[in-house]
Structure formats: C-alpha cells, structure tokens
C-alpha cells in the first residue's frame, strides 16, 4: 500500500471546496445588505408606536385627587368592598396598596402577559390614566 501523493491533494482539495460555498456567501452578503437598509427605518417606524407625543399632565399627581376617582369610575363596580369580585377589592388606600405592593395593579392595567387586562369587558384605560398610575407608583404610591 503506497500513500496517496500529497500534492495532487493539495491541489484538487481547495478547487472543490470554493465552489460550492461561494453562492452561500453571495447570499449572506445580499441578505446583511438588505437588512442593514431596512432595519433603521423598522426601527424608527416601531418606536413612534410605542412612545407617541401625548398630552398628559403627571405633574401633582396624588392617590386622593387622581388615582381614587380613575378607580371609581372604572373599576369599583367590580372591586368595591361590597362587590368584591374574584375576592379582590380596590376599595381605600389599604386594599389597593396591597395590589400595587405585589404588581398586580400595574400588570392588569398595562395589559402585560400573565395577568388579567382589566378593567375587564371594556377598553383598556386611557393612556394618560395609566401615565398619571404609573407616577404615582414610581413616587412611591403615597397615601395623599
Ligand atoms: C366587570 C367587572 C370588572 C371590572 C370593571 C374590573 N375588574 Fe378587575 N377583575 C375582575 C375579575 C372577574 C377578575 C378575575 C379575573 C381572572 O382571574 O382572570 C379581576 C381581576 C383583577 C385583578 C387581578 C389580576 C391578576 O392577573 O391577578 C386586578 C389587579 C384587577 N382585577 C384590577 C382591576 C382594575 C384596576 C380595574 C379598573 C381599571 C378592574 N380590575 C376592573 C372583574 C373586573
């Protein structure tokens, strides 16, 4: 048995190899173009969707003048003490603290995955509600 001569390998190995891999890399490079001129106005158009300018005042915002009367006119029907629907009331500052402690109040309002949107069977809140919510939590959801 004689071992195959080395420089024919050489010589036939690279040849075979390039042409079946040079379309492959054609490809990669049009597809890394096209995606570089696309992706920036995606991007763009996305962003607009998701922070649009609107006109909502979060200044003085306050449990009492703002959050109470959104709840009572939203969702009290169901989460009032007397109601207390799926054993849940947001009726006085203490049962509803309870629901903002433990991100429930947040995730329902904002219709988040794995909670429930409420207030349920109507439209989402508007957006300057749950803006003004999103405040007061964030300032730390003082009982004033
Ligand atoms: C028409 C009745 C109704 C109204 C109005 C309503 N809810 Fe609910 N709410 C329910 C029911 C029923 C459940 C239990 C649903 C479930 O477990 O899927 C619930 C569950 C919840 C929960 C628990 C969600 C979770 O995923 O754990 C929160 C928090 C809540 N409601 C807050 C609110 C708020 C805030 C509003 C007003 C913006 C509101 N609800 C309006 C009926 C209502």
Redesign the pocket.
Known sequence: MQAPPIIENRLFEPKFKRIPTYPMKRIFCLSALAFSLLFPSCYYDVEEELYPEIDCDTQNVTYSGTVQP??SE??????SAAVN??G?T?EGYNNLKV?VDNG??L???QHRP???P?????AQ?PECDILKIEEWITSGAPNN
């Open positions: 959104i709840l939203n969702c009290l029907v169901c989460h629907t799926a849940i947001l629901y429930r109040f995730g329902a309002i794995g909670f429930s409420m207030p349920q069977g109507a809140l």
